[in-house]
C-alpha cells in the first residue's frame, strides 16, 4: 500500500491512546504531550486497569511500559494480543531496560516497538503517529479488499503467502485444505501477470484468482472471486482496470469521496480525479454513481 501523505504523520485528532505505566510523573507528562497532540488520552496504573480501559473503548495504540507490580508488560501485552477484539492494537513498549534479551521480550510478545526511559517527548509522539497510521491503513485495507464480493492475497517475493483477507482465506481453505495453503501458493504463483487461473471449488463452481501486478517491495497482488464451473473467464472489471484504478473504484463503491481515498491510497486529489477519468472511460459511464452500478454489474457476471 502507498504510505500516507505527510500531512496525515503527527494529528491525533479523533484518536485514542492508552497510556499504561504506574508512574504519576510519566503518565502526567505524556498526558499533556498527546493532549497537545490532539489524542483522547486514557490511562492505567496497572493491567488490572488497562483491562478496565479495553473493556470500554479500543484505543488506536498503546504505551506500556514493560516492568509493572504484578502482572508485567510483556504479560498485559500477550494477553492483549490473544483477545480478538484488541489484537490488531499496535503496542509500544516504555522500558528503561536496554538489554537485548529483554527488548526481543518486548518484541516476542507482540509489541511493534519500544522507547526507552527518560523518554524524549518527540521521538515517542512521532512513533506513535506512525503506528496509529499504519494500524488504521491495515484496518482499512481490510475493508477494502473484500469489497464486490472479491478477495485478496498478498504473495511475497519467494512465492509465499504473506498475506490474504478473509474472503480469501476462506476461499483457499475450501479449495486446498486448511492445510495446503503451500500447494496454494504455488498455484498462486504460476499464475502470469494480468493472466486468470480457475481450480475447483463446490459443486458447479470454481476459484479464479486474477495477477494484478506487482507491488512495493516486489510482492504480489492476486484477486480472488467465485465463478460458475465450465464458464468462460469473464473479462469482468479488473481484466480492464490498472490494480490503481481498481483500488480507488473499491473505495469509491464504498462511499468514498476523492480526499478520502487520496489520504487512504497516498494520492493527491487531482491524481484521484484522473484515475476516475480513465475509469469513467474504460467502464463507459460519466457519473461516480454509475462507476459503482457497472462495476456491480461486472463482478455479478463473474
Not at 491525533?12 to 492508552?18: E, S
Not at 460458475?228 to 469509491?252: C, M, Q, Y
Amino acid at each position: 500500500m502507498s504510505p500516507a501523505p505527510e500531512n496525515d504523520v503527527g494529528g491525533g485528532a479523533g484518536r485514542t491512546v492508552l497510556v499504561v505505566d504506574d508512574a504519576v510523573d510519566t503518565l502526567r507528562m505524556l498526558c499533556d504531550a498527546l493532549d497537545a497532540e490532539g489524542y483522547t488520552v486514557m490511562v492505567a496504573r496497572d493491567a488490572g486497569e488497562a483491562r478496565e480501559r479495553l473493556e470500554i473503548t479500543v484505543p488506536d495504540a498503546v504505551l506500556l511500559d514493560a516492568v509493572m507490580p504484578g502482572t508485567d508488560g510483556f504479560a498485559l501485552c500477550r494477553e492483549i494480543k490473544a483477545t480478538p477484539p484488541w489484537a490488531h492494537v499496535p503496542i509500544v513498549f516504555m522500558t528503561g531496560l536496554s538489554e537485548t534479551a529483554q527488548i526481543l521480550e518486548g518484541f516476542a510478545s507482540g509489541g511493534v516497538d519500544y522507547v526507552v526511559k527518560p523518554l524524549r517527548i518527540p521521538e515517542v509522539l512521532a512513533r506513535v503517529a506512525t503506528h496509529v497510521r499504519n494500524a488504521r491503513a491495515a484496518r482499512l485495507a481490510r475493508e477494502a479488499v473484500d469489497v464486490a464480493g472479491m478477495g485478496a492475497v498478498v504473495l511475497d517475493v519467494q512465492g509465499r503467502i504473506a498475506w490474504r483477507s478473509p474472503q480469501a482465506t476462506r476461499w483457499l481453505e475450501a479449495a486446498f485444505g486448511a492445510r495446503g495453503l503451500a500447494e496454494a501458493s504455488e498455484w498462486l504463483a504460476s499464475i502470469g501477470t494480468g493472466s486468470e487461473a480457475a481450480r475447483p471449488l463446490a459443486v458447479g463452481e470454481r476459484l479464479v484468482a486474477r495477477h494484478m501486478g506487482a507491488g512495493s517491495f516486489s510482492e504480489t497482488m492476486l484477486l480472488l472471486r467465485v465463478g460458475a464451473a465450465g464458464a468462460p473467464a469473464p473479462r469482468g472489471l479488473n481484466a480492464s482496470l490498472t490494480p490503481r484504478e481498481a483500488e480507488v473504484l473499491s473505495w469509491l463503491a464504498k462511499g468514498k469521496t476523492n480526499r478520502d481515498i487520496g489520504d487512504i491510497l497516498g494520492l493527491s486529489p487531482r491524481t484521484v480525479n484522473k484515475h476516475l477519468e480513465h475509469i469513467y472511460e474504460k467502464l463507459g459511464v460519466e457519473t461516480r454513481t454509475a462507476a459503482v452500478a457497472a462495476a456491480g454489474q461486472m463482478q455479478g457476471q463473474a
